[in-house]
């Protein structure tokens, strides 16, 4: 199903926005749901939001919640997660997530494509 390349990421001051990309190569993206995942040194990985295959569903931490929003657009085989009012405690790896099925999935169990990642770190 080919790779999946992250984008967006950077340092941003507390309060502020990013908006990261993922762009998947190959065909059948819009079969799958898809997530995003995020995770800070010392701790474990965490899901942050994912989309079902046509972005009818859609679910966020309870952290994040209110702050960030998933979108796809499946024609240019891209995920996209919008963040605002980033918070220190937001500052992590961010990856993208291709899932095995087409609904949406909080748990890193049900991806089988990873992307590399791009890093968020958000000063105080």
């Known amino acids: 199903q080919g790779q999946l390349v992250e984008s967006g990421g950077g340092l941003v001051q507390a309060g502020g926005s990013l908006r990261l990309s993922c762009t998947a190569s190959g065909a059948f993206f819009d079969d799958y749901g898809m997530g995003w995942f995020r995770q800070a040194p010392g701790k474990e990985r965490e899901g942050v939001s994912c989309?079902?295959?046509?972005?009818?569903?859609?679910q966020y931490a309870e952290t994040v919640r209110g702050r960030f929003t998933i979108s796809r657009d499946n024609a240019k085989n891209k995920l996209y997660l919008q963040m605002h009012s980033l918070k220190p405690e937001d500052t992590a790896m961010y990856y993208c997530?291709?899932?095995?099925?087409?609904?949406?999935?909080?748990?890193?169990?049900?991806?089988?494509?990873w992307g590399q990642g791009t890093q968020v770190t958000v000063s105080t």
């Open positions: 989309i079902s295959w046509d972005g009818s569903t859609t």
């Open positions: 997530a291709r899932a095995q099925r087409t609904y949406c999935y909080m748990t890193a169990s049900e991806y089988k494509s």
